[in-house]
């Protein structure tokens, strides 16, 4: 958010649903367009690989002037 959003506001969020552990920072700033990252950037893909390699998935929401979500879903046991 500090790097790349141009808003120097986040909200973050951990809580309990469904048998999961959900995290999510989201942010009001410039938003972009998630199909477009080329290579070379390893920071969101570095999050994805490593939430995944214990059994959760990295949902990433975001659009050109529309700000960023990012949330994590990891199911409980694993997240103990
Ligand atoms: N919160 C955000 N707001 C706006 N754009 C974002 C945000 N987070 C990521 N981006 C965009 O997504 C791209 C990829 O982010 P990512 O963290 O994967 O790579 P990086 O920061 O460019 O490089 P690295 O993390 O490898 O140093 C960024 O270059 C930026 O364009
Ligand atoms: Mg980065």
Do not use: N, Y
């Not at 942010?27 to 994805?48: I, N, S, T």
């Not at 959760?56 to 659009?63: F, K």
């Amino acid at each position: 958010v500090a790097r790349h959003s141009g808003s120097s506001r986040a909200a973050v969020g951990v809580l309990e649903v469904d048998g999961e552990v959900r995290i999510f920072v989201e942010d009001e700033g410039r938003g972009f367009d998630p199909k477009a990252v080329g290579l070379g950037h390893q920071g969101l893909v570095g999050m994805r690989e490593r939430v995944e390699l214990v059994g959760g998935r990295l949902l990433l929401e975001s659009a050109p002037g529309e700000g960023t979500r990012v949330q994590v879903r990891l199911p409980l046991e694993v997240a103990a």
